[in-house]
């Protein structure tokens, strides 16, 4: 299995500050026939699905704000909020979808400082 | 707009059989892959397994061969039947869609809202 760890575990920005979450796959998730990162993250808030933001490493899914970004090749991959908003408080999850079984960071926490 | 939707007993007891059925509506469901993914209460996302519509399907092998997913196409709906469950088989279970491309599944893009599933005597 591909095992992805994400860092860090929480993390507690100011509102309008900037926040980084990496996420690392145990191999790289880059496909050489198409050049494409199968890395994907989403959010999520307390009682809610997972809600997909970047796919491709860094394709912004529609409706998603431009403040949120992805960035990375193969195996160091980074989701960056730029300018942090208080409904952004949640849970971010990295997946990976370069093989079965299908394999999620454990997750990083979100908060205001 | 895709929508799904989880359905079943939200309460099994240990060693029986937890059985789950995801209808989808609102879009296309040929030619899709379609997921189960659980969360334990406070932990993380763990991916059991999906079905494709031609009825293929891939488990994943931490369940060690507990899990089974069929599909009704005609109906629009997939299901999960996860035997000899225990205490840790407790969790949020939520179905979803694996975007395609060229025939090759993807990253999930609609999910449903999930259903709690405690396994409890």
Request: neutral net charge.
């Amino acid at each position: 299995d591909i095992v992805m760890t994400q860092s860090p575990d929480s993390l507690a920005v100011s509102l309008g500050e900037r926040a980084t979450i990496n996420c690392k796959s145990s191999q790289s998730v880059l496909y050489s026939s198409n050049n494409k990162n199968y890395l994907a993250w989403y959010q999520q808030k307390p009682g809610q699905p997972p809600k997909l933001l970047i796919y491709w490493a860094s394709t912004r899914e529609s409706g998603v704000p431009d403040r949120f970004s992805g960035s990375g090749s193969g195996t160091d991959f980074t989701l960056t909020i730029s300018s942090l908003q208080a409904e952004d408080v949640a849970f971010y999850y990295c997946l990976q979808y370069y093989a079965t079984p299908r394999t999620f960071g454990q997750g990083t926490k979100v908060e205001i400082k | 707009q895709v929508q799904l939707q989880e359905s079943g007993p939200g309460l099994v007891k240990p060693s029986e059989t937890l059985s789950l059925t995801c209808t989808v509506s609102g879009g296309s469901f040929s030619s899709y892959y379609w997921n189960w993914i659980r969360q334990p209460a406070g932990k993380g996302l763990e991916w059991l397994g999906r079905i494709y519509t031609g009825g293929i399907t891939n488990y994943n092998p931490s369940l060690r061969g507990r899990v089974t997913m069929s599909v009704v196409t005609s109906e629009n709906h997939f299901s999960l039947k996860l035997t000899s469950v225990t205490a840790a088989d407790t969790a949020v279970y939520y179905c979803a869609r694996e975007e395609t491309g060229d025939g090759m599944p993807y990253f999930f893009d609609y999910w449903g809202q999930g259903t709690l599933v405690t396994v409890s005597s």
